[in-house]
């Protein structure tokens, strides 16, 4: 049934309108090199536009998309490893893949009935072929529907950019097709280098977060080569008053560490935990604590355990669960995040992790501000997606900022899990006293 | 090939004894008659003016006598004006800048033929050392069509690239010249591997409704000297038409002719041709003579196709799988150089000063009577032009005719750099490197330009024109957004 909805018309490369810099290489930091077996994929929504031919939209934003490939030569480069044995970009030139599809219905009809698995179909990605120099890092997909509105899928490999670094992309090409230029231009440069001299002599390396990354770093478990487990997923909407009343009640002041608590707790309780949690890591963006500009391109995610406190009654394991997250995001600060740095340039893996493999992740993506990507002038995204994939383990949390209009509180989270362990969860009795809208799943 | 004479050619003094003797061949008529004017005079001055009426006096005319001289110079001078061949005016012309979008790097080129000869890693090895080698740049465009994986070669999609092209070519022509499509009596287009029915010329009407009763021809199959063929065929017209002017629309449709195969002789093509096109106007008017570029002088066709191997050396055929494309032999270069040479020999005693022809038919004299050992002598061509535009057709074909020619680096300077920024456009790469002249600023009034063309069959053409007045660079041309940057070196190998 799907596959007759989307009609796939073309597969192209687009490159930049002016020649890289022959000869250029980009090296990629220790953040970079840790994410080699994920990849992201976002998706975009916007409304019918005022163009009602089909086909030009789509010229005009590949046209645009030319434009501002100059600026990111990475984005069009290639990987290939130094004589090291580390990732790098070479500039060469080769450009990012587009794949131009169209859509039978409205956008609107089909935000009604889509899942994950329709979702994905709106954007395209390939697995690291066994060359890599000649594999694209870089796919978008652009679906446009036959009765109005068009969606725009970006996928990238995670060694490149993160999230953050992937909306900061699609909001310049937006940009770039509106006004001509960048509000934001990006920055590529490697994280900070490790403080010399003046190191405290008892200085004690936060060893909890170097610990996480070590056993994840040598976790060899059969947990990613087990791929039979159906993952589904389901973006809850919870309305600003709801994640407000969330707040109160666990006396966080963050809406993340709330929402990060309640969801914690539900997803232990459809596990089968009948007592305490399991484990949990949270994702969060480092640019802020480690002085980067809101521009810099490239990872910048550091995951953490979150430790929880065993044994408490059960009516406040929620505000012990939003607590512990709290207590965890306090300790990722720059000292400690400058030491997991230090750590991770001196000790080299031969397999590269799976980030996301062992632990339930909550990633925080609240502050990337997808809906200010405006490709023509007036026209918000009705919905941004974003997916990590691939997803093993436990599952996945993603907590995201909602469309404007829902207010500045509300959230969305997108939460992969085990086909019955999330049907299970959306009838929790916990989750339903937010009253979350259940936008897909 | 090289010199005849004793290579002592360093020698100062005889540089200058070079230059005197060239002087003095070349001038001979002035130099001769100077003295016989001096000896006239002198003579008259002795004299005296009484003298010389009395001399008139005694020649006795009478008014039959007067009348039918008289008559006749008339009808002499009359003749020969009127057998005169018209002059033929370049007004002006129109390259086509590919859209930005339409770019090809090499890396973009080389996954493309990855992905498509996936099952063929030696033919893509085989085009990235032709890439590497090929002396074009990073900013050489292709169709939309051969953009895609796999590329679309439709007749609809090459339908598109011609109106693209040919369009864009046209409107900017016309609104250089300020002609007006009714004005239009001839139109001769020519794209040789696309011939669509309705064919090209008649795109062309339709899209500007030109006249019904307007001469337009469509060559193709020609190969990539077709242009000047184009050009030839304007002229002959242009001297039984008084008062018309002619356009020209020389391109190469690269969509219809991406090879898809794996043959190596015929991949070669896929890496070298690129999109690209020319409009050119000419004219016979008067009113034209003051506005126009150049003058046509010279056209000279050489077809060596009564040759067996010149006529198979650039061929279509279908490969063993029955893909259709072009093979090159591997002796193309001997045969172009064996072409050249028939030129040129007919286009030497057109356009060489006296002095070099004076010295090549002594040398042949000297060859056939004293000894048969003896080089024959290369006429320097430099002496009869200043500009030199050759056919973008690769890298060797340059260094071929550099070597062959002995021109300096200069002189190939627009052949090479229009190689590397436009790749190889075919019949238009001459009206390119002509743009790139004039951008550099170097066409002055009176420069001589030569424009060779090589192209299937196989046929060597050569078109000399006369610059007719100084023209200053302007910024509505291909050229204009990165001559700035020319001259660039070109690596021998870029390493991909």
Avoid at chain 2, 17 to 41: E, R, S, T, W
Avoid at chain 2, 142 to 148: D, E, N, T, V
Avoid at chain 2, 440 to 454: L, N
Avoid at chain 2, 462 to 473: D, E, G, L, M, R
Wanted: with cysteine; aromatic share 10%; hydrophobic share 40%.
């Amino acid at each position: 049934m799907t596959s007759e909805m989307i009609t796939y018309i073309c597969k192209r490369t687009v490159v930049s309108t002016k020649p890289a810099q022959a000869g250029k290489c980009n090296p990629l930091s220790v953040f970079d090199r840790l994410m080699e077996k994920n990849h992201i994929r976002i998706v975009y929504y916007f409304p019918s536009t005022r163009n009602g031919e089909p086909g030009v939209v789509t010229k005009k934003l590949r046209e645009s998309l030319s434009h501002v490939l100059t600026c990111f030569p990475i984005v069009t480069g290639r990987l290939q490893k130094k004589d090291d044995g580390h990732w790098m970009i070479k500039c060469n030139d080769a450009g990012v893949r587009m794949v131009e599809a169209r859509a039978q219905g409205s956008v609107e009809e089909w935000l009604k009935n889509v899942n994950r698995d329709k979702e994905l179909m709106l954007v395209t990605w390939e697995d690291m072929f066994h060359k890599p120099y000649f594999w694209a890092t870089f796919y978008v997909q652009l679906t446009e529907f036959e009765e109005g509105g068009l969606a725009i899928g970006f996928s990238c490999s995670h060694l490149l950019a993160d999230p953050t670094s992937a909306t900061m992309f699609v909001k310049a090409w937006a940009d770039t097709t509106l006004a001509g230029t960048m509000l934001a231009p990006p920055f590529f440069h490697p994280l900070p280098p490790p403080r010399l001299g003046n190191k405290n002599p008892n200085h004690n390396p936060y060893t909890d977060l170097i610990n996480h990354y070590k056993s994840t770093i040598d976790d060899r478990s059969p947990a990613f080569t087990n791929n039979i487990t159906n993952y589904v997923t389901a973006t809850l909407a919870f309305s600003g008053p709801m994640v407000q009343a969330c707040m109160l009640d666990t006396s966080r002041p963050s809406p993340f560490e709330a929402m990060a608590g309640l969801l914690w707790v539900c997803v232990s309780k459809v596990k089968g935990m009948k007592q305490g949690l399991i484990s949990m890591s949270i994702c969060l963006d480092m640019r802020k604590q480690l002085g980067l500009d809101k521009g810099f391109f490239g990872n910048c995610l550091v995951y953490n355990k979150v430790h929880h406190a065993e044994s408490l009654l059960d009516k406040s394991e929620l505000s012990e669960a939003a607590r512990a997250v709290g207590e965890s995001v306090t300790k990722m600060n720059n000292e400690r995040i400058m030491d997991l740095i230090e750590w991770l340039e001196h000790h080299d893996y031969e397999f590269p992790p799976l980030m996301n493999g062992h632990d339930l992740i909550c990633a925080n993506l609240e502050d990337l501000d997808p809906y200010a990507t405006l490709f023509e002038e007036g026209f918000v995204p009705i919905r941004v997606s974003y997916y990590v994939e691939p997803v093993f383990g436990i599952g996945q949390i993603l907590v995201l900022q909602s469309p404007p209009s829902e207010g500045p509180l509300s959230r969305m989270v997108m939460v992969t899990l085990p086909a019955d362990e999330l049907s299970k969860l959306c009838d929790d009795d916990l989750i339903l006293r937010f009253n979350p809208t259940i936008l897909m799943g | 090939m090289p010199q005849i004479l004793p290579d002592f050619s360093n020698s100062v003094k005889l540089k200058y004894v070079k230059l005197g003797y060239q002087y003095l061949v070349n001038h001979i008529l002035y130099l001769l008659l100077v003295p016989i004017m001096v000896a006239i005079l002198i003579e008259v001055l002795r004299l005296g003016p009484y003298e010389i009426l009395n001399l008139w006096k005694s020649l006795h005319f009478d008014l039959v006598q007067i009348l039918c001289s008289s008559f006749l110079i008339i009808f002499i001078a009359t003749v020969y004006f009127m057998s005169k061949p018209r002059h033929v005016y370049l007004v002006d012309y129109a390259c086509y800048k590919p859209p930005v979008t339409c770019r090809v790097p090499f890396a973009t080129f080389m996954e493309h033929s990855r992905l498509i000869l996936k099952n063929n890693p030696k033919s893509v090895e085989f085009q990235m050392r032709i890439l590497e080698r090929s002396g074009l740049g990073e900013e050489t465009c292709l169709p939309p069509a051969i953009h895609y994986i796999p590329p679309t070669p439709t007749m609809e999609a090459a339908r598109g690239e011609a109106e693209l092209v040919i369009f864009s070519a046209m409107d900017s022509l016309l609104q250089k010249t300020g002609l007006k499509p009714k004005d239009i009596d001839i139109l001769i287009v020519n794209c040789s591997l696309f011939s669509p029915t309705p064919s090209l010329s008649a795109m062309l009407i339709n899209q500007y409704k030109l006249r019904s009763n307007i001469k337009s021809f469509n060559l193709s199959g020609m190969g990539c000297s077709a242009g000047l063929i184009s050009i030839d065929l304007a002229r002959d017209l242009l001297q039984v038409h008084p008062n018309s002017n002619a356009v020209v629309v020389s391109t190469e449709i690269i969509t219809p002719n991406y090879y898809q195969g794996n043959e190596r002789a015929m991949l070669l093509p896929n890496c070298l041709f690129r999109m690209g096109g020319a409009a050119i106007l000419l004219s016979n008017r008067r009113r034209n003579r003051s506005r126009a570029k150049y003058r046509l002088v010279h056209v000279v066709r050489t077809h060596k196709g009564a040759d067996d191997k010149a006529y198979r050396c650039v061929f279509e055929e279908e490969d063993k799988e029955g893909k259709v494309g072009i093979s090159l032999s591997k002796d193309l270069m001997a045969i172009a150089g064996e072409a050249l040479k028939s030129n040129i020999t007919t286009i030497g005693p057109l356009v060489l000063p006296a002095s070099e022809q004076l010295l090549f038919l002594m040398t042949l004299i000297g060859r056939k009577i004293f000894n048969p050992k003896w080089k024959p002598y290369i006429p320097d061509f430099k002496q009869a032009f200043e500009h030199f535009c050759i056919h973008a057709g690769g890298r060797a074909v340059i260094d071929e005719l550099q070597k062959n020619l002995q021109l300096s680096a200069e002189h190939v300077e627009a052949s090479r750099m229009t190689l590397h920024r436009f790749g190889n456009t075919s019949s238009s790469s001459l009206w390119y490197e002509m743009s790139y002249i004039e951008e550099k600023g170097r066409m002055k009034k009176g420069d001589r330009v030569w424009q060779i063309a090589f192209g299937s069959g196989f046929k060597c053409n050569s078109a000399v024109w006369k610059c007719n007045k100084t023209i200053k660079t302007t910024t509505d041309n291909p050229w204009s957004d990165c001559i700035d940057r020319y001259p660039v070196h070109i690596p021998e190998i870029v390493k991909l």
